[in-house]
């Protein structure tokens, strides 16, 4: 299976998150990409340090979608985390950039969902300057996650278990 980089970029194109994937296949969902447990994430922000993965998770890259999901194998408390994005921009089949809006969405095992980071949403809309278009899909986008993982709409209901099979 190919490796993917997945390079998370702040709105003014600044490093923020990246790490090599392993490239799982496609549905009509999206490109579902694995990392099993000890994959090393590349932090660039915080000072926070490069750290290993604590277990499997497989991420979904939606088509021309205002997100992208991260699934987590069990033990995690999380089952699914959500970033808001711009949609994802592939470079060749080895690399996808997403804008980190900031905004994410959590659901938990027990089934609660969460947004997170709304301060920091609305701190950076000021110092980036994310115009009205960007703030509107951003906010819709989060509204929209928010009923579909509350409901278990697909992939958030049992799609992605597959994928996690797989890895």
């Known amino acids: 299976m190919d490796g993917v980089d997945v390079v998370l970029r ?61 699934f987590f194998a069990a033990p995690s408390r999380r089952d699914v985390y959500c970033d808001i994005t711009a949609p994802a921009r592939w470079s060749g089949p080895s690399e996808v950039t997403l804008i980190d809006l900031d905004l994410d969405l959590v659901r938990y095992r027990d089934g609660t969902v969460e947004l997170d980071d709304a301060d920091e949403f609305a701190a950076n809309t000021a110092v980036f300057g994310y115009p009205a278009d960007v703030v509107a899909q951003a906010r819709a986008a989060a509204t929209g996650l928010h009923a579909d993982l509350t409901d278990g709409a697909e992939p958030f209901g049992s799609t992605y278990r597959d994928w996690l099979g797989l890895l």
């Open 10 to 70: 702040k709105y003014d194109g600044r490093p923020h998150r990246r790490v090599t994937t392993i490239h799982l296949g496609e549905d009509r969902h999206g490109t579902w990409l694995g990392t099993p447990t000890g994959t090393i994430v590349h932090y660039s922000y915080g000072g926070k340090p490069s750290a290993p993965t604590q277990q499997n998770a497989v991420r979904l890259v939606p088509r021309d979608q205002w997100w992208c999901a991260v």
